[in-house]
């Protein structure tokens, strides 16, 4: 079974390879220059016994070319790959695109080369989309040990001081849970991070978070007329963690846990969704 299991997830991989491959092929043919987030651009660090699956492709864009991406994903030629379209870095990454593009690499991949982050700006926007998911996935962690055991010449001082104090707690917080649960090797990590503990509350909401059944996420909105998906999603946002609400409201990861931190981000999201809260 194990082999079986390894081998469809290899099949998937190629799939999805190639699917990464023929739209990056078409929007460039279109004159724009995608750029590879998350997804294949950490899975290329895997060793090839241990694929990295993902369900779809996320390509960010320039903000001013994100409309006529929209548009253009559609066509015939891809409107079958589940892309997954992101204008500049929103939220995952407050550096300036066109800083974030003048760094970018191409990795190869089949006959295209693909236009990746430097691993500095990929681990940040890594870091912060796992945050962002409430650390629900363990396994993730594992990103950021090939990332890292991966690269040479690591910038520590642009990965975790390039975006300010709060964001280099939270950055500072997934290593040291790389660390701990997944053997990140303490040879790999700079100086700040050799006597860093996690904060008791941050570890707790991991290990809680990690035990818990995963539920399909949305708008509370959006299902309000379905009690079957409305109760249980409002149940999981009344009681999410307060790693992903940290996030949510900027807050800092420190050792003390922030107050009334579950209210507050309960009445962000609903503002959020009611168009009330124009910060996206």
Request: hydrophobic share 40%; glycine share 4%; charged share 30%.
């Amino acid at each position: 079974m194990e082999d079986a299991a390894q081998r469809w997830h290899a099949l998937q991989t190629k799939v999805n390879e190639l699917r990464l491959a023929e739209a990056v092929r078409f929007y460039r043919a279109n004159g724009l220059e995608p750029l590879v987030i998350k997804g294949w651009s950490l899975a290329r660090f895997y060793p090839p016994e241990e694929p990295r699956t993902a369900s779809d492709i996320d390509l960010a864009v320039a903000p001013e070319d994100f409309d006529r991406a929209v548009r253009l994903k559609n066509a015939p030629e891809i409107s079958k790959i589940n892309l997954d379209l992101h204008c500049g870095l929103r939220w995952l990454d407050p550096t300036p695109w066109a800083d974030i593009f003048a760094r970018s690499r191409l990795a190869p991949l089949e006959e295209e080369q693909i236009r990746v982050p430097a691993n500095e700006d990929l681990f940040r926007i890594a870091a912060v989309h796992w945050l962002t998911d409430s650390a629900v996935r363990r396994d993730r962690l594992k990103d950021f040990v090939y990332l890292l055991v991966s690269s040479e010449d690591f910038d520590w001082r642009l990965a975790l001081e390039s975006t300010g104090e709060v964001r280099k707690s939270w950055y500072m917080a997934v290593l040291a849970a790389a660390r701990d649960y997944e053997n990140l090797p303490s040879g790999l990590l700079p100086d700040c991070l050799r006597d860093y503990c996690l904060p008791d509350w941050f570890r707790s909401a991991l290990e809680r978070e990690w035990k818990r059944p995963q539920i399909q996420r949305g708008k509370l909105l959006a299902v309000w007329k379905h009690p079957s998906l409305f109760f249980p999603l409002l149940f999981r946002q009344l009681t999410e963690s307060p790693v992903g609400q940290c996030i949510l409201l900027e807050e800092p990861i420190t050792n003390q846990a922030p107050g009334f931190i579950r209210i507050r981000a309960f009445v962000r999201k609903l503002k959020r969704e009611t168009g009330l809260d124009e910060k996206k």
